[in-house]
């Protein structure tokens, strides 16, 4: 069976924070994907990232930051001195790779940061 | 990569009515996917559409209530039936593109039932 965990339902921070989400999966294939996915308050989901199961390099994009670790099944974000307009919520999804299959999302963590 | 028209953006419907939701890609695609987020939830798969076939669908849907369509390889409607405020939700499409397994969504519809 595949899972998608994201164990923390809010986080609070200030602004120039730093602030990790965390996200665990569950599957029992070898070859993978992992997304991470923001949805700000007008409903879209903005993609932020996709890693193969393969590709355990860490991988840094201006603030933010993502860590994959194999070893426990774990794909954490990172944002970095955080700022208002990063409020959202963020859903952390794994797909396999077979024909015709669809994305299964974690509950998604709500982000706020206020000024 | 893949790029999704999805409409109408939001709509407000009485209870007992019907919505259908319009999906459009610029590719060509096997299958695509309809997702239901509920307010404060996460996206939960409604059903999978394969053009030629009847769509599949997930535990807890059914046809009845979700129709869709998939009349060609580029274009999928889901239709919202019988609607009740329970319906409310985000509705989304999606396209997944291989052989790298590109994820692609639409933009939404945002659907009150009053």
């Known amino acids: 069976a595949q899972k998608v965990t994201q164990v923390q339902t809010e986080i609070s921070v200030v602004e120039k924070e730093d602030v990790t989400l965390d996200c665990v999966y569950e599957t029992r294939d070898t070859t993978y994907y992992l997304f991470w996915y923001k949805q700000p308050p007008s409903g879209e989901l903005v993609f932020l990232i996709r890693?193969?199961?393969?590709?355990?390099q860490n991988e840094i994009s201006g603030r933010y930051s993502w860590n994959f670790q194999k070893s426990t099944s774990s794909f954490n974000f990172t944002i970095t001195a955080s700022q208002v307009v990063d409020s959202a919520v963020y859903f952390c999804a794994l797909i396999h790779n077979q024909a015709g299959t669809a994305l299964i999302f974690g509950k998604g963590t709500t982000l706020s940061v206020s000024s | 990569s893949a790029v999704i028209s999805q409409k109408p953006s939001r709509d407000i419907c009485q209870r007992g009515t019907s919505l259908t939701i319009q999906c459009q890609v610029d590719s060509q695609v096997t299958m695509m996917f309809w997702y239901r987020q509920q307010p404060g939830q996460s996206l939960t798969l409604i059903a999978t559409a394969n053009q030629g076939s009847e769509a599949t669908y997930e535990s807890g849907f059914v046809i009845d209530k979700f129709p869709i369509s998939r009349p060609n390889l580029t274009f999928s409607t889901l239709t919202v039936s019988n609607m009740s405020p329970e319906d409310s939700s985000i509705y989304l499409c999606?396209?997944?593109?291989?052989?790298?397994?590109?994820?692609?969504f639409g933009q939404g519809t945002r659907l009150t039932v009053v």
């Open positions: 890693r193969n199961s393969f590709d355990e």
């Open positions: 999606s396209v997944v593109i291989g052989p790298n397994t590109e994820a692609f």
